[in-house]
Each structure stands twice: as C-alpha cells, then as structure tokens.
C-alpha cells in the first residue's frame, strides 16, 4: 500500500496539474467566501505537536496546517508549537524560509473562547432612570460602568437602583451624589427654563413647597430645591430664602417676574410636566449612577483566562455576572456562569505524539479532532472518534507527505524541504532502526521537489544542531526530551546527535555537572540522556536518580548490550540509537519486570 500511496508522486506533472487545480478551486471559493457580506469567521483548528519539538514535531505541524487549509477552506488550519524550537530545527526553518509556529503554552477554553455578553459600558454621570433603561433593554441585572479611554469603573445593578429607591430617604441625595440639573431635567422629562444645565448640585435639601409661604421659610435653607406648583407666593418666597432651583410643577408657565426675580438671585428654574407627587418620586432617578455604583472590591476576569480557573471563584461569590477585561485592562464584556455551559472547546490535532504527558497543558479541556503519528499508542483519550492515522515508520513527516498524495496535492518547494529535513532528522539519514524504505523513498522523493541533495543537507543540519555555541545545559537536556511514566516510576529521555565524537564529548562535558540537578529538581525519578552517534550507530547513555542505572543494566547489559562509560555515570550501548524503538520500550519493559 505505502508503495502505491507514494508512487502517486511519480507522475509529478500529472499530481502538479492537478494540485493546481485543486489548490485554485480553493483559492476561488475562498475568494468567494471573503467576499460575502457578513460571512462568519471559520472555526479555527490548532495543530500541534509534542512538548520539547523536535524538528518531525515542528515540520509536520506547519507542513499538515499548510494541506489541511488547502482540502479544507471551511476551517483555518493553524500550525502551533508547544516548546522551543532548537537549533537544528530553526537552521531547517531559516534554509527552507519558514517562519516557526507560534507558541501555546495551553489549549484549555479560555474566556475568549465563549461568545460572551459583550454589554456596552455607560459612562459614570448617567442618570439612575437611563440605567435603569438600558437594564431592561439588554433583559440583565448588571450595568458596567465604564470611563471615557474604556476602563471599567465600577457595576450598578437592579438591586443598587432598588435600594436607591426602598431604602434611601435621604432628602439631600443629590446635592451628596452633585447631580447635575440636566440629569433632574432628564429624569423629569422637563424643560430648562432658567440657568445653567452643567451645572453641578453642592448644598440643600428637596423640599415640596405644598404649606403656605410662612411655614416655607420654617423649613427652607438657602441652595434647596424647591418643588412648587404654579402658586407665585411660593415661588417668590423661595427665591428670597436663596434657593438653589425651583421646579414648577404640570407644566404652568412662570411668570416672567419669577424669571426675572430667579435670573437676580441666580435660581435656577426647571418645568416639570408632571404632578407635584410624580416630581418628587421621580427626582431620587436623576442621580448619577456613579454615586450608587460598586467600584471597589471587584472581582473581573480577563479575556485570556481560562474557564478551569475562574469555575471555583464563580462558585464561591455567586454573583449574577462577572466583568472581563482585555489584555490591555480595559472592559470587554460580562460573564455568568450559564455562558460556560456552551463554552466551546479549542479544536486541535495532535502530530508526532499520542501520549497526555507529553502534549500540550490544558489537553484534556480541548476537542481532538486528529491524531497524527508514528510512535506507540499512548494515555490520549477523547470524548468522540476521532481520526487517528498511526503508521509504523520513522517519521511523521512521512505519514503527513502520503496524505498529499492521497489528497493529489504537490507539496510546495519549501514544504517538500522542511518535510525532507524531518524524515532525515528523525531516521538520523536511515540509520535509525525506526528508518523504513517508506522513508527513504519519501524522503528521495520530497528531495527532488525541494532540490536539495540529500547527504549534503543532512551534514548541514546536523552540524547546526550540535553547534554548542551560546547553550546553556538545560537547552541541551530539553531541546529533544519526552517523558514517560509506568507503574507509578515517571521517567524522562533526553537526545542529542551529532556526526562528531568530539561534538558529543563537548555535549557530555556540559550535562555531567547538571542532569542530577535537573533530576531533582524536576521531581523525576530518573533521567537518561543519549549521546547519539550517527556514523558508528551507537549512544551513550547518561542518567540520573535512584535506580537509573540498575533499569539500564536490567533493560541492556544482561542481555549482553552495553559496556561502562569513560568516568563513569554513563553506558555505552552499540546499536542503540533510537529513543521511540530501542530505548523507551527497554527501559518500559524493565520496569515491569518483577
């Protein structure tokens, strides 16, 4: 079958035209998507491959995006990585002028995930009545409050306003709250007939002129608000005790002697249309909301939070709604917990591994729509089937040039390059007991499409990826590094490969003082490093933590593979070289033995 799947590519001027082809349709109907009015954004699918990539990890991930956007425009495929690139990956990057994937540390919902309620903020000197309007239009029970650049300044909701009403009697709330009269005219439905609208309330009471003007002066201090009828007496009074603005009640015209009376004393005159008694109940709506607001102690979340972590503080406060914030600190809409009922998973396909350990945080919380790999199947589970190609050859990148075949797409130049580069990498140039003739035919074939030649590329590469200049010893450790966990004994494996003896010398001089530290301090059992030599087809094993080197002893040296190393702390295993076929299942199988 693989010998069918990857002649395909025989007939490269037959596969090209019809890759042109293909690829045009999709330019077309893309072209046509983008040109529709009102077309809703396509649902967006990560790939990406293990923690600590290797260079089959990175490649395959950008090359599968790149096919994937072509067979399917109905989704936007989006290569991601989840660890540092290493050298020997982004020389293959820079060579072929790929850009490397962006980093994702996590896949879990994050807040920005859910099509949450993106309520509009209202400024701080609304009036309570306003508020109160845009409650009931949006049908919810929290209003933020936002300033004039977009920062959240505080929340009023129904039960502020509703407290504002039942429990304030407080005659001096506006000039507390500095009302503006504008806001009284708008809570009235009223008219300036005298005066300064911005100007602010500082000092006196509401009162309602309903006694004679004898008993007004008993009561009234100078700057009150005066709520009257059209009776003159009273009017007049008012404005000798030095009122601070009378309000004249069903809409009675003022005489102009009031006026003019009013213009001297600087009152300030409002007509109310309505009725003595609705004025005076309608007078507490025209506080601004930012004197009734919560602005301390609020608790928001931002965009970028993910749902696991904001459940238990939902849980605990119990409050209706919750404000969110973007990455720049300003509002961005509200949250409540019904919203993470639908919250909707990160869709993501998964290249070159299969096992939660060595995936992306946050895994279990995303939607696994593929899986696409060459390694043992692993601890992934999903919640539905999904699509799992799992081959045994040495590279992903392997399996990913047969699905463009399959798919009759030709892979662009610096696609075939960076998928060349992958197979070479992870077969180490077909000495690698994991190599297969699938690979070296793929890999012979995705080296005409990238004109590259295959030996000579190879010594490129892999001196860039044992260049030491600059590193440190953990970039050594973790650039190629998986872990492993069996019967409750959590292990990791770390691999670096070179051409040159004394490359892998320098490599071991640098790890020796640090892989027990490494070891500690990552709280696993053990470590192992293989010091990989490609021409002699043997590694040197290092490691680190209790029991490490009796496992090794067991998984090799029994068997009579493997000899002490020079100083010591390290086996010499000839023959070994892979991690996937020789290594992790020798050390898997002597864990198990009793």
């Known amino acids: 079958m693989d010998d069918n799947v990857l002649g395909i590519a025989g007939d490269a001027v037959g596969i090209r035209a019809l890759g042109a082809g293909m690829a045009g349709a999709a330019g ?26 290797d260079t089959d990890s990175i490649c395959s991930s950008i090359a599968y995006a790149a096919l994937k956007n072509k067979i399917d425009p109905g989704r936007h495929y989006v290569a991601k990585r989840a660890g540092r690139v290493s050298r020997e990956t982004q020389f293959v990057l820079d060579y072929f002028s790929a850009g490397a994937p962006e980093y994702i540390d996590d896949v879990g919902t994050q807040i920005k995930d859910i099509n949450i309620r993106r309520i509009k903020g209202v400024p701080g000197g609304i009036t309570l009545k306003k508020a109160w309007e845009a409650i009931k239009a949006n049908n919810i029970v929290t209003l933020p409050v936002t300033s004039t650049d977009g920062k959240l300044e505080g929340l009023i909701t129904v039960k502020d306003i509703v407290k504002t009403y039942m429990d304030v009697n407080d ?10 009269y504008n806001n009284i005219i708008e809570a009235l439905d009223g008219e300036l007939l005298l005066g300064n609208g911005n100007e602010c309330i500082e000092r006196g009471k509401i009162l309602v002129a309903a006694a004679n003007p004898d008993v007004l002066e008993t009561f009234m201090e ?55 008694y609705t004025t005076a109940k ?21 965009s970028d939070d993910y749902i696991v972590d904001i459940k238990e503080t939902m849980s605990k406060l119990r409050h209706r709604d919750f404000p969110v914030l973007d990455r720049h600190g300003d509002y961005y809409g509200m949250i409540s917990r019904r919203f ?19 995936s992306v945080d946050g895994i279990e919380d995303a939607e696994i729509i593929e899986i696409i790999d060459h390694h043992r199947i692993g601890s992934i589970e999903t919640m539905a089937p999904v699509y799992f190609r799992n081959q045994p050859v040495g590279c992903t990148a392997t399996i990913i040039y047969q699905l463009y075949c399959e798919a009759g797409v030709v892979p662009e130049k610096g696609i075939a390059g960076i998928l060349c580069a992958a197979i070479l990498s992870d077969t180490l140039m077909y000495r690698s007991p994991t190599s297969t003739k699938v690979d070296e035919r793929a890999a012979g074939q995705l080296a005409a499409l990238a004109e590259i030649d295959v030996a000579a590329f190879a010594d490129l590469m892999f001196k860039a990826g044992s260049d030491l200049e600059g590193k440190l010893p953990e970039d050594i ?46 709280k696993t059992d053990i470590i192992y490093f293989m010091l990989t030599n490609i021409v002699d087809s043997s590694s040197e094993i290092m490691y680190a933590g209790e029991g490490a080197k009796r496992l090794l002893e067991e998984a090799f040296c029994k068997h009579g593979i493997g000899r002490e190393g020079p100083g010591g702390h390290s086996v010499i295993l000839d023959g070994v070289v892979s991690r996937k076929k020789q290594m992790a299942p020798a050390i898997l199988a002597a864990i198990q033995e009793p």
Do not use: W
């Open 282 to 302: 309608l007078m507490n709506q025209s506080v601004p909301v930012s004197y009734v607001m919560k602005r301390d102690g609020l608790v928001t979340f931002k």
């Open 222 to 276: 100078p700057g009150d608000i005066i709520i009257t009828s059209n009776r003159y007496e009273s009017q007049l009074c008012a404005i000798e005790l030095n009122a601070g603005c009378i309000i004249a009640t069903t809409g009675a015209k003022v005489a102009d002697t009031i006026l003019n009376f009013a213009r001297e004393h600087s009152c300030v005159v409002i007509s109310s249309p309505h009725d003595t």
């Open 477 to 522: 450790l973790y650039q190629d590094y998986k872990d492993f966990s069996l019967n409750d004994i959590d292990f990791g494996i770390g691999q670096a490969t070179s051409m040159y003896a004394d490359e892998l010398e320098a490599i071991k001089g640098m790890l020796a003082p640090y892989i027990a530290e490494a070891c500690a301090g990552e």
């Open 171 to 180: 005659a001096r709330i506006l000039s507390d709250a500095r009302t503006s």
């Open 28 to 53: 077309a109907l893309g072209a046509g998507m983008a040109g529709t009015a009102g077309a809703p954004p396509k649902a967006e699918v990560f790939i990406v491959g293990h923690k600590n990539p």
């Open 340 to 358: 993470l009922l639908n919250a909707a998973k990160k869709k993501v396909i998964l290249v070159d591994h299969n096992e939660k350990s060595q």
